[in-house]
């Protein structure tokens, strides 16, 4: 009989991201497909499945070879019961049994996870922050959110939903997040927030400056833009008071910072780090030494997390 193979994916906004890999952790296939545009759960299903029914017949296999399945998803997942609640980036509001839907295809094993989640269990086992047994996964793109590792395993709380650290209060005034909330750190200091804190001073289509996204305004505070200046250090000082605050509550020992925005601007790793140490609890940075790492893993870091949980 012919080796087993597992296949991950990450289900993005924009992208799906599909590989085959073997009990050894070899990459056999690595596939970026686009996410259907106004995609219902079926179609992103059919998608999926027809992805993988094509990889696997590439390389010569079928779904008899395959030891599992595990999908990644930027949504609000309850993993036990393989459901998802709420895809804000897929305009998905009500919940979808999203696991049972691969499940009937394949016939093998699928698990199903919050991206973070996922991506903070791949950085632990391959990554950033390899060996530790208490850390975090931030991403800061579009969105803000967070995947917790505490005592050694995904912390997922009691329906699936910790670490939206996105979504914690208190920031900035009077501008409403997607989340249908007003104050979240993500409406202030996310790409996202970071181009609306610029359009609310610029407007949307200044011709010199081009299309206010937050590599413009990263741009135009690199050259001196006082304003554009002041927007990210709010931004940061935003996202790093949230980092020492979840520091001083969960005591981990590495923080692994990820998604788009931190990618492009790796000076932001230790303008965290200071923050963090200025403001978390002391023992919790001067005993404790929590690291503020970048991710190792991207953008596959959510996908070695599926690959990390059905291997163990
Ligand atoms: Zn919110």
Known sequence: MEEQVYAVADI???????????????VILRRILPTPSEATPELVAGVLQEALFHALQDEGRDYRSLAGLGVCIAALVDFEEG?????????????????????????????????????????????????????????????????????????????????????????????RCGCGG??????????????????????????????????????????????AASIIENAVDDIGTALANLV???????????????RNQP????????????IAVPPAVKITRVKVEAARLEPDAGAWGMFAMMCR
């Open 12 to 26: 993005g906004g924009t992208k799906i991201l599909l590989m085959l890999v073997s009990p050894d952790r070899d």
């Open 267 to 278: 000076a932001l790793i230790g303008m965290l780090q200071k923050k963090i140490e200025e």
């Open 248 to 262: 001083t509550l969960l005591n981990p020992s590495c923080l692994v910072i990820g998604g788009g925005v931190a």
């Open 83 to 175: 459901v998802i609640h709420e895809s804000p980036n897929l305009d998905w509001h009500e919940p979808v049994y999203f696991r049972k839907m691969l499940q009937d295809y394949c016939r093998c094993p699928v698990l199903l996870e919050n991206d973070a989640n996922a991506a903070v269990l791949g950085e632990v086992k391959y990554g950033a922050a390899r060996g530790h047994r208490h850390a975090a996964y931030i991403t800061i793109s579009t969105g803000i959110g967070a995947g917790l590792y505490l005592n050694g395993d995904i912390y997922r709380g009691s329906g699936g939903f910790a670490g939206e650290i996105g979504h914690v209060k208190r920031f900035g005034k009077g501008r």
């Open 182 to 227: 007003y104050g979240c750190l993500e409406a202030w200091a996310s790409g996202l927030g970071i181009a609306r804190s610029a359009i609310s001073l610029w407007g949307e289509s200044d011709p010199l400056k081009g299309p206010l996204n937050s590599a413009a305004v990263f741009s135009l505070a690199a050259a001196g833009n006082t304003l």
